[in-house]
């Protein structure tokens, strides 16, 4: 394909830039398009996936039919099936008359299934028939029905990774993974992105009637660095708030950055492959919630230890006993701000401060006993002690338990709005509801 012929498609579908990874995009979404072959665009959320969709159904022989965009994410578990595949009167309560699905309606034309990686499994495999045979059945009903579909799919994770986890089907993977079509993201784009930059910030100057906001060299050269987690969605937004905010229509680098998020990843800890710093690719990086579980464990492990070492000192340790058992355990006291030592008999530790919110009870002293405290001596043959009867609470190490817990905390957080509890927990608010539903959390 020439670079005119690249060109022009990029004017008809209004995509801007000129980076070597996007037109080789385009080229092969130009190529397929007239085939019927399955296709899967990768990207990440923001980086324009449904753009190249259009395209392969605009220039396919399947252009004067249908296109239909579902997120697959966005559509409930239970009203995946019937919304994909239709259903009959009464197949299930509420539903009062029959109804075509969209592989029914889109007969002929092509669907796009966005975030095909949120699909139940259950859906994945009436999908893969879809795909092999053509065939579907309506939910309550016995009757086979055919269509002619062309699905493209796309995802912004790692489908491999999914497979691998159990949580999306192999055969369907490579199904859909007929023809791979990778979107760059913004940040590795180059220049693209002021181009970007400069389209949005003259069409927000039309539309609220103002003179378009334009940026010094040096502030071009931070819009530049900036890695833009959000991609073009997030360009689009910060081009839109200076074009209403800023008086002064020309930014420098300064100014640019108020608008430029200080923080620009997930705050959740994530292990980082060595031969891959940045980070990129899910295959080097373990999930949050693993993380998250990881982390309370080990401070559970933690405490357990600081349990078993402070009731070991109370049980009455020789002076240089005690010592080296702190020497043993000096592990547990690495995250500290001030030492401790254990000497003739004693915890010490420096005068605790109210302002840095420091309370510490030191025990007193063997000499320092009075006369309603049983007497303790140390001598070089035996030590008499008081067993002091304690009764530890045993720690629940149920993933579900701590998962239920978590989900409480982030409706309570948010006040039972569950789709921001859903964004604060890192899952889609379909998966929320199924939890709430597992854990019988429905009446919060």
């Given at each position: 394909?020439?670079?005119?012929?690249?060109?022009?498609?990029?004017?008809?579908?209004g995509?801007?830039g000129?980076?070597?990874?996007?037109?080789?995009?385009?080229?092969?979404?130009?190529?397929?398009?007239p085939?019927?072959?399955?296709?899967l665009?990768?990207?990440?959320s923001?980086?324009?996936?449904?753009s190249?969709?259009?395209i392969?159904?605009?220039?396919?022989?399947?252009?004067?039919?249908?296109?239909?965009?579902?997120?697959?994410?966005?559509?409930?578990?239970?009203?995946?099936?019937?919304?994909?595949?239709?259903?009959e009167?009464?197949?299930?309560?509420?539903?009062?008359e029959?109804?075509?699905?969209y592989?029914?309606?889109?007969n002929?034309?092509?669907?796009?299934?966005?975030e095909?990686?949120?699909?139940p499994?259950?859906?994945?495999?009436?999908?893969?028939?879809?795909l092999?045979?053509?065939?579907?059945?309506?939910?309550?009903?016995?009757?086979?029905?055919?269509?002619?579909?062309?699905?493209?799919?796309?995802?912004?994770?790692?489908?491999?990774?999914?497979?691998?986890?159990?949580?999306?089907?192999?055969?369907?993977?490579?199904?859909?993974?007929?023809?791979?079509i990778t979107?760059?993201?913004?940040?590795?784009?180059?220049d693209?992105?002021?181009?970007?930059?400069?389209?949005?910030?003259?069409?927000?100057?039309?539309?609220?009637?103002?003179?378009?906001?334009?940026?010094?060299?040096?502030?071009?050269a931070?819009?530049?660095?900036?890695?833009?987690?959000?991609?073009?969605?997030q360009?689009?937004?910060?081009a839109e708030?200076?074009?209403v905010l800023?008086?002064?229509?020309?930014?420098?680098?300064?100014?640019?950055?108020?608008?430029?998020?200080a923080?620009?990843s997930?705050?959740?800890?994530m292990l980082?492959?060595a031969?891959?710093?940045?980070?990129?690719?899910?295959?080097?990086?373990?999930?949050?919630?693993d993380?998250?579980y990881?982390?309370?464990?080990d401070?559970?492990?933690?405490?357990?230890?600081?349990?078993k070492?402070?009731?070991?000192?109370?049980?009455?340790?020789?002076?240089?006993?005690?010592?080296?058992l702190l020497?043993?355990n000096?592990h547990?006291?690495n995250?500290?701000?001030?030492a401790?030592?254990?000497?003739?008999?004693?915890?010490?530790?420096?005068?605790?401060?109210?302002?840095?919110?420091?309370?510490?009870?030191?025990?007193?002293?063997?000499n320092?006993?009075?006369?309603?405290?049983?007497?303790l001596?140390?001598?070089?043959?035996?030590?008499?002690?008081?067993?002091?009867p304690?009764?530890t609470e045993?720690?629940?190490?149920?993933?579900?338990?701590?998962e239920?817990?978590?989900?409480?905390?982030a409706?309570k957080?948010h006040?039972n709005?569950r789709?921001?509890?859903a964004?604060?927990?890192?899952i889609?608010?379909?998966?929320?509801?199924?939890?709430?539903?597992?854990?019988?959390l429905?009446?919060?």
């Open positions: 394909m020439t670079p005119s012929e690249i060109q022009s498609i990029k004017q008809r579908f995509i801007i000129n980076a070597p990874a996007l037109n080789y995009a385009i080229q092969v979404a130009a190529q397929v398009a085939t019927d072959m399955t296709v665009i990768s990207g990440e923001g980086s324009g996936k449904e190249f969709s259009k392969i159904h605009a220039l396919s022989p399947r252009k004067h039919g249908q296109f239909i965009a579902i997120n697959c994410g966005a559509i409930p578990e239970g009203t995946i099936d019937s919304e994909l595949f239709g259903h009167k009464g197949s299930f309560t509420g539903a009062n029959a109804r075509k699905g592989f029914e309606v889109t002929g034309g092509t669907m796009f299934l966005d095909i990686g949120e699909m499994l259950g859906t994945q495999a009436r999908l893969l028939r879809v092999e045979n053509g065939e579907f059945i309506r939910v309550g009903a016995s009757k086979v029905q055919k269509t002619d579909v062309r699905v493209v799919a796309a995802s912004n994770v790692n489908l491999l990774d999914a497979v691998r986890e159990g949580r999306f089907r192999e055969d369907l993977y490579y199904r859909l993974n007929t023809v791979p979107v760059p993201p913004l940040r590795e784009r180059g693209d992105i002021y181009l970007l930059f400069r389209k949005f910030a003259t069409d927000f100057a039309e539309r609220y009637r103002v003179k378009p906001i334009s940026l010094t060299p040096d502030a071009v931070e819009l530049q660095r900036f890695r833009f987690p959000g991609n073009i969605r360009l689009k937004n910060i708030q200076m074009s800023e008086m002064e229509r020309e930014l420098d680098a300064a100014r640019l950055r108020q608008y430029l998020p923080d620009q997930s705050r959740l800890p980082l492959s031969a891959n710093p940045d980070g990129a690719g899910a295959n080097n990086t373990y999930s949050e919630r993380l998250l990881k982390v309370l464990f401070m559970r492990r933690d405490m357990t230890d600081l349990k070492l402070v009731l070991d000192l109370a049980a009455g340790q020789r002076p240089a006993e005690a010592q080296e020497r043993q000096s547990l006291f995250n500290l701000n001030v401790s030592s254990y000497e003739g008999g004693r915890l010490n530790r420096p005068a605790p401060t109210e302002a840095a919110g420091e309370y510490f009870i030191t025990p007193r002293p063997v320092e006993l009075n006369d309603s405290d049983e007497e001596t140390y001598d070089d043959e035996a030590q008499r002690v008081e067993d002091i304690h009764e045993e720690e629940t190490l149920s993933l579900e338990a701590k239920k817990e978590m989900i409480m905390k409706l957080k006040h709005k789709k921001y509890a964004h604060d927990l890192g889609s608010e379909r998966t929320l509801y199924r939890k709430l539903k597992q854990y019988d429905e009446q919060l």
